[in-house]
């Protein structure tokens, strides 16, 4: 069976009050969330994961809630393979207008989560990039 990919441009947003950063992609139909860790990921109508939300994110990504606030770029993926998922998140911040560059540098933020799924998702790869 083939491997289903979907690519899109996406957006982000931040709760600073409650420290909560969000990854999605636009123009996609939501039909559920599924819930773990300090993560919740959306799945749209056609069984693609779409968008995550990452709850302490300050604490996730070790760096100041200010650089989250002021994200300017970024990137997110997730791939379904055999039933587990993992999902990586990498993006750029600007502090006092400096950028703090946290895609592909030794000093990344990123995150990367993998985790099994007990939910019947198909095997799927969706690439969103925030420009």
């Given amino acids: 069976m083939k491997k289903r990919t979907l690519t899109g441009k996406g957006e982000f947003i931040y709760d600073y009050k409650y420290d909560i950063l969000t990854f999605k992609m636009k123009n ?7 819930e773990f860790h300090n993560f919740v990921i959306d799945i749209d ?26 994200i300017v770029k970024g990137e997110f993926k997730a791939i379904i393979e ?8 990498n ?13 592909k540098t030794k000093q990344s933020y990123g995150h990367q989560i993998i985790t ?4 019947n998702l198909t095997d799927s790869t969706v690439e ?4």
């Fill in 28 to 34: 996609r139909n939501y039909k559920k969330s599924i």
């Fill in 45 to 70: 109508d056609k069984n693609y994961i779409t968008g995550i939300r990452i709850f302490d994110a300050s604490k996730v990504f070790k760096v100041s809630k200010y650089v989250l606030k002021h």
């Fill in 82 to 89: 055999n039933k587990i998922l993992t999902i990586n998140i």
């Fill in 91 to 103: 993006f750029v911040g600007k502090q006092r207008n400096k950028l703090i560059n946290l895609l």
């Fill in 116 to 119: 099994p799924i007990k939910q």
């Fill in 128 to 131: 969103c990039a925030v420009i």
